[in-house]
């Protein structure tokens, strides 16, 4: 759709909408152009709304925190919505079960949860990024994920249809789910156990420290590029990596973190073509020593 079309039929959402809006500190990587359109959705009206306005008559592509993202440098020629506001609420539904908006960080959910004695949310400690964007990738550590607790997601299509989907109707895999991609999720239920909050804190103590010790932090990265091949081999991904890369392989300012070398790294001011050259390396340096055909786990907005 032309410019001057969606100015004037998105004039309504007024400061909300914004055109040419720059993308590059909406991501960890501090990558990235501009979108021809952006969208900070406060409701579910207005997001219902917009969705409507638009009739999908536009690429949609949803930014969560941007913890797992990389975005080109070029114009992205569609419309990139960011759910706010009302979509940051948690409450507990009842005993041990807890509804959060998809625009909570998974953090957030984690403190909510040990605050109120409800365990099994420990690991999203250790999660960067939105309860939206965990749902999206089955995002896990420590050997548990996202569809352990999930009871249900509520989400809408492109053309502003509500449905709520329960989990057991979800068919869930390692980072991946085979929901449509034209579905925006805005909240789920979630369960966890009775416990209580110093035993909680200890586990999450424990797991955060984990962490830290393993992989990089307060650095410009995306977290884990590539996700392990649990159906090729028993080594995890940067073992594999290790093996078939020289770790001190970079383009521009894009380069392999010497902590953890499944994260790449934006040392200053690297550009999407550096970036992306170090994942396309990575991978074929991996395929051709090992065997191994490497999937992408970070998201790329091209």
């Known amino acids: 759709m032309e410019v001057k079309k969606l100015k004037k039929i998105l004039n309504q959402f007024g400061e909300n909408v914004k055109f040419e809006y720059d993308l590059k500190k909406k991501n960890w990587f501090n990558i990235g152009g501009k979108s021809k359109v952006f969208y900070r959705a406060n409701n579910l009206k207005e997001l219902v709304n917009f969705l409507k306005v638009l009739n999908n008559e536009e690429k949609i592509f949803i930014l969560g925190a941007g913890s797992n993202t990389l975005i080109n440098d070029n114009l992205f020629d569609g419309v990139v919505i960011q759910l706010a506001k009302n979509f940051n609420n948690i409450s507990l539904l009842r005993e041990e079960i807890i509804v959060a908006g998809s625009a909570v960080l998974d953090n957030s959910l984690s403190n909510f949860a040990m605050k109120n004695n409800i365990g099994g949310f420990e690991f999203l400690s250790c999660i960067p990024g939105t309860i939206g964007g965990g749902i999206k990738m089955n995002a896990g550590c420590f050997g548990k994920e996202f569809k352990d607790i999930l009871i249900s997601i509520q989400t809408i299509d492109n053309f502003g249809n509500i449905r709520t989907i329960p989990s057991n109707q979800i068919k869930f ?26 035993k909680i804190e ?33 080594k995890k991904v940067w073992e594999l990596i290790k093996e078939s890369v020289p770790l001190d392989k970079s383009f521009g300012d894009a380069c392999i973190s010497q902590k953890h070398c499944n994260f790449l790294v934006n040392k200053g001011d690297a550009k999407f073509k550096d970036m992306k050259k170090l994942i396309d390396f990575v991978a074929k340096s991996v395929l051709e020593k090992t065997g191994i055909s490497l999937e992408k786990e970070i998201k790329i907005l091209e």
């Open 173 to 198: 895999n390692y980072r991946e789910n085979n929901l449509s991609d034209n579905l925006i999720f805005l909240s789920a239920s979630f369960k966890g156990y009775s416990s209580n909050l110093k």
């Open 202 to 234: 200890v586990e999450m103590n424990k797991l955060k420290l984990l962490k830290k010790k393993n992989q990089p932090t307060k650095i410009k990265t995306s977290g884990s590029t590539f996700k392990n091949p649990i159906m090729q081999t028993e």
